[in-house]
């Protein structure tokens, strides 16, 4: 009979004492680890000319990188479509919508896509928050396009409190922003006591005197009328009683125009009356052909969709964040013509295209946590194209480098493929020096 081999019977061995241990108390909290017993003991039989290697331990925690993200980056607009400021509202949209659809063609941000999406603020308060706190809802990084003092003012605490960049684009009160204000920006509009200043500029280049002021009765005009009384103080130019008027459709503003003719006005100061802007330009030129009439900030079609070309050329004026004569701006507006229904690039929907493009920017510098893209706003100074200055604020989220074009309308013609709104083309007057920022409180 074949005897077994030694090694053999040590492994049936062996199988018995493992059984009989298995059979013990499982109380026992003594581990038994992989290699543990007699160091010359093995279960194989083992070559001697083979050496074992440590076997890797898988075990160990590996460090991983995040895969980048591919969710859309979202950004929100919250603009008047339906109500007063619908012009406005509808620039500031299709410069918003042109700015994404531009970044996502180019490959988004580090491939994301943005993604905006849109809020009617009806030009209501009320309404107006709660939409603004829908968009946070959904996710958005940022909002933009907000207009109106009436929307401004109210929204502007909500988005301290929720700690989300906003931007302002033509509302001007004062009461938007605090000491405290960081997450606030203005982009266009600056705050209203800053708004006679290019003003009073233009007054003194020409050499005026004497100028009429009149303003509508609500917040804006108000604000407006305190502006001229603080900036022309002391600037030999004398700008008599300042006609407060009532808000058309009611209003008749002969009276009011007639009391500044008699004055001897040689400038139309209507900035603080955007409703009654029509009327007071048809008036004065019957009553004080001579002057010019200043505009509140109003879309230069709107403004000659309202007044007769006639009576506008050469004597209507306004002012605009965009320099409509430069090369960035032509070359802006040419794609913004042939992507948007609008007629004419305002300069509302230069600051929408420049509000996307500022946080895309720095969502590919600092990632898509509103609270960096903040800071990084408040950190840098941007050049967008078609705007007349560069754009960097206050800590409190003014405007730091605020230089408003003063144009008139003129005949024409207009460069090809920028305006389709009629023959009449821009004109620069004058270009506001840096506008010294508004604190609160001062």
Not at 2 to 17: G, H, T
Not at 83 to 90: C, D, L
Not at 116 to 128: G, K, P, R, T, V
Not at 211 to 233: M, R
């Amino acid at each position: 009979m074949r005897k077994r081999p030694r090694f053999a019977v040590l492994a049936l061995l062996l199988a018995f004492v493992l059984a009989m241990a298995a059979c013990g108390d499982g109380s026992d909290d003594t581990t038994t680890t992989a290699g543990g017993g007699d160091d010359s003991t093995t279960t194989e039989p083992v070559d001697d000319a083979t050496t074992t290697e440590p076997v890797e331990d898988t075990t160990t925690s590996v460090a991983t990188t995040e895969p980048p993200s591919t969710e859309p980056i979202k950004i929100g607009m919250l603009a008047d479509l339906t109500s007063t400021f619908t012009p406005w509202g509808v620039n500031v949209r299709d410069g918003m919508r042109m700015a994404v659809q531009e970044i996502n063609d180019a490959g988004g941000v580090d491939g994301r896509m943005i993604e905006l999406i849109e809020q009617d603020s009806e030009n209501d308060a009320d309404i107006a928050i709660d939409r603004f706190e829908r968009l946070v809802e959904e996710g958005v990084v940022a909002v933009g396009g907000i207009l109106s003092s009436g929307v401004g003012a109210p929204v502007a605490p909500v988005a301290e409190q929720m700690q989300i960049p906003t931007f302002l684009v033509k509302s001007g009160t004062e009461a938007a922003l605090t000491r405290d204000s960081r997450y606030t920006f203005r982009t266009c509009l600056p705050a209203a006591p800053m708004d006679a200043a290019p003003i009073l500029q233009y007054v003194q280049e020409e050499g005026f005197t004497n100028v009429g002021v009149i303003v509508a009765d609500y917040p804006w005009g108000q604000s407006l009328k305190s502006a001229v009384e603080t900036t022309f103080e002391g600037s030999g130019v004398d700008y008599g009683e300042i006609q407060v008027a009532p808000v058309p459709p009611d209003t008749d503003f002969t009276p009011f125009v007639r009391n500044m003719a008699d004055a001897g006005a040689e400038l139309v100061i209507a900035t603080g009356h955007p409703p009654g802007g029509a009327a007071i330009v048809s008036l004065s030129a019957d009553l004080i052909p001579d002057a010019f009439v200043t505009g509140a900030w109003t879309p230069p079609d709107r403004s000659m969709a309202l007044i007769d070309p006639e009576t506008a050329i050469g004597r209507f004026t306004d002012f605009a964040c965009a320099d409509y004569t430069s090369d960035s701006y032509a070359e802006l507006a040419a794609r913004y013509l042939a992507f948007s229904d609008n007629q004419f690039m305002s300069d509302d929907a230069v600051a929408g295209f420049a509000i996307v493009s500022m946080v895309a920017q720095a969502v590919g510098e600092v990632g898509d946590d509103p609270t960096a893209i903040a800071e990084y706003l408040h950190a840098n100074s941007f050049d967008m194209p078609g705007y007349a200055h560069p754009l960097s604020w206050t800590e409190w989220g003014e405007l730091a480098e605020s230089q408003p074009i003063f144009f008139t309308i003129s005949a024409g013609p207009p460069p090809e493929g920028l305006n389709e709104a009629g023959d009449w083309w821009i004109e620069k007057l004058s270009q506001s020096a840096p506008l010294t920022p508004y604190e609160p409180g001062s």
